[in-house]
């Protein structure tokens, strides 16, 4: 069972426009969050977090909400870029455990 | 560059054949991991070192055998693999496997396919 899901395999923005990925999680321990962006040929690189005593963190064109109650973060990048088409991993942990959970990913495509 | 470097970075193996994996870390840290991303499924965390010592086994099957020869570089032997092994490999490393877990650093990965 899938304890970090990322229902939407892929996800196609206009440059200039708004990106929005999504991540839902089952486990009620989990208390930290992070997003991972993965290009081609690359291994995953950290992009941002968010503690579950927050909900949001801002880093540049980048921000993570964070609704416990919904069991629901997202990623948001304004203004996207052509650049940022990668895959885009959420990740949680927390509980007993530092091991990173990871949901599948989401492909992001930002076009020109 | 992340510090991180994984080789080889594709390979091709037979059922019965034996192969390594190798993974160097070149920023001092003092864990290492292994993760498998399968097509369409998450990243699973396989093992990790601290100091050299395996301190995590995620029920990997025996036909994996990971290898920590020093801090600074990790192997993963593959033995008598099944074709849903085939998955991209990644490698990690962070200064310490109770720290901020952001400061996970991913080599390429090697890209495996068993037939």
């Known amino acids: 069972d899938q304890q970090v899901k990322q229902n939407s395999p892929s996800l196609s923005v206009q440059e200039g426009r708004i990106s929005i990925l999504n991540c839902d999680y089952t486990?009620?321990?989990?208390?930290?969050f992070l997003w991972y962006k993965k290009y081609p040929a690359e291994g995953p690189t950290f992009l941002i977090s968010?503690?579950?005593?927050?909900d949001k963190n801002e880093d540049g064109r980048f921000t993570v909400f964070l609704n416990k109650s919904a069991k629901h973060l997202s990623l948001h990048i304004v203004p996207s870029q052509p650049g940022d088409s990668a895959v885009y991993f959420c990740a949680a942990t927390g509980g007993a455990t530092n091991k990173l959970i990871f949901g599948t990913g989401t492909l992001l495509a930002v076009q020109p | 560059e992340t510090g991180v470097t994984q080789t080889p970075r594709h390979l091709v193996m037979g059922m019965t054949n034996k192969k390594s994996l190798k993974c160097e870390q070149h920023l001092g840290h003092n864990a290492m991991y292994w993760y498998k991303q399968s097509a369409k499924k998450p990243l699973e965390l396989m093992f990790v070192?601290?100091?050299?010592?395996?301190?995590e086994n995620n029920s990997v099957p025996s036909r994996f055998s990971p290898e920590c020869p020093n801090s600074s570089h990790l192997f993963l032997h593959l033995h008598t693999l099944q074709p849903e092994d085939s998955a991209l490999y990644l490698c990690?490393?962070?200064?310490?496997?109770?720290?901020?877990?952001?400061?996970?650093?991913f080599g390429p990965g090697t890209r495996l396919l068993v037939l």
């Open positions: 968010i503690s579950s005593i927050k």
């Open positions: 990690a490393s962070s200064q310490d496997p109770t720290g901020i877990v952001e400061t996970q650093y």
């Open positions: 070192y601290s100091l050299e010592e395996r301190v």
């Open positions: 486990n009620s321990m989990f208390d930290y």
